[in-house]
């Protein structure tokens, strides 16, 4: 190859670089719903598709993958190993030095209490987010009544028929 100026070979040499780079990751190519999907719900080709990228280690995706599948799996350990094996894969996922992992390690570190509790408690938020909802149709409902008080009484209103059932322990 010959280039009439320095300028022309360095635009070639990024150009090069750029399709090498792109080229490493042809494999992922319209994976996205794969990595996103549960696994029991990935049809025969998927199934086949992922086994063959998680067994190529070096992928970044396919080890955040994986340990995406540890973390899942905190939630059927027995509750007196959850710590441990949290620590464990905290350890783990800082090895990667993946950014997003880093990050999600370190939003684990602000609420350790809080998540090792959920896990052990086997608690979620899905009864405040029920209620969230009920909150927020009662936002939309009142638009155009002159006070809160009205809000409040259209709230009380939508909840009447709440059921808590709250853990005996």
């Known amino acids: 190859l010959?280039?009439?100026?320095?300028?022309?070979?360095?635009?070639?040499?990024?150009l090069k670089a750029k399709e090498m780079k792109f080229k490493k990751f042809e494999n992922l190519k319209k994976t996205k719903h794969?990595?996103?999907k549960n696994e029991k719900?990935?049809?025969?080709d998927q199934k086949h598709k992922l086994d063959n990228m998680l067994n190529e280690s070096s992928l970044k995706t396919a080890i955040a993958y994986k340990l995406k599948l540890e973390?899942?799996?905190?939630?059927?350990?027995?509750?007196?190993?959850?710590?441990?094996?949290?620590?464990?894969?905290?350890?783990?996922?800082n090895q990667t030095e993946?950014?997003?992992?880093?990050?999600?390690?370190?939003?684990?570190?602000?609420?350790?209490?809080?998540?090792?509790?959920?896990?052990?408690?086997?608690?979620?938020?899905?009864?405040?987010?029920?209620?969230?909802?009920k909150i927020?149709?009662?936002?939309?409902?009142?638009?155009?009544?002159?006070n809160f008080e009205n809000f409040k009484n259209m709230v009380y209103f939508l909840g009447r028929d709440f059921q808590f059932r709250f853990h005996t322990f």
């Open 2 to 14: 010959k280039f009439d100026s320095k300028k022309e070979a360095e635009y070639y040499l990024k």
């Open 34 to 36: 794969i990595w996103l």
């Open 41 to 44: 719900n990935l049809n025969f």
């Open 71 to 93: 973390f899942d799996n905190l939630w059927t350990v027995p509750k007196f190993h959850v710590e441990e094996i949290l620590d464990i894969w905290k350890n783990r996922a």
């Open 98 to 133: 993946i950014q997003p992992l880093l990050n999600f390690v370190n939003t684990i570190d602000n609420n350790y209490r809080g998540i090792i509790n959920a896990i052990k408690m086997l608690i979620n938020n899905g009864i405040s987010e029920g209620i969230n909802s």
């Open 136 to 146: 927020q149709a009662a936002k939309t409902k009142a638009r155009g009544y002159p």
